[in-house]
């Protein structure tokens, strides 16, 4: 079992940066594939971004695609989420999760564990 905690969600405007980290607990972390999700009010749960457990491997949402950079360190038990040029179409909670299933994926029901979440604000 894992436990998550993302930090670093705030307020920027459109064009702007933003880089969130999920701390993880436990000496695990490196056993598991990792993903970022984002939901708004009224829409499911929505993939961002995938990271093999060695962060060899990535997999991005096409919106994200070339302006998102997921990365961890697993000496420190930490995932990433660079966030550039950023649109106002990403204000957003945004989550960590870990997943059990081997791979890279981007269904929400594959990953087990989740983090509280982290809002991020982008204005115009």
């Known amino acids: 079992q894992v436990q998550l905690a993302e930090s670093g969600g705030g307020l920027v405007q459109a064009g702007g940066s933003l880089r969130l980290s999920c701390a993880a607990s436990g000496r695990t972390f490196n056993t598991y594939a990792m993903g970022w999700f984002r939901q708004t009010p009224g829409k499911e749960r929505e993939f961002v971004a995938a990271?093999?457990?060695?962060?060899?491997?990535?997999f991005y949402a096409d919106s994200v695609k070339g302006r998102f950079t997921i990365s961890r360190d697993n000496a420190v038990n930490t995932l990433y989420l660079q966030m550039n040029s950023l649109k106002p179409e990403d204000t957003a909670v945004y989550y960590c999760?870990?997943?059990?299933?081997?791979?890279?994926?981007?269904?929400?029901?594959?990953?087990?564990?989740w983090g509280q979440g982290t809002q991020v604000t982008v204005s115009s």
């Open positions: 990271i093999s457990r060695s962060g060899g491997n990535t």
């Open positions: 999760a870990a997943r059990t299933l081997p791979g890279l994926g981007s269904s929400r029901y594959d990953y087990a564990y």
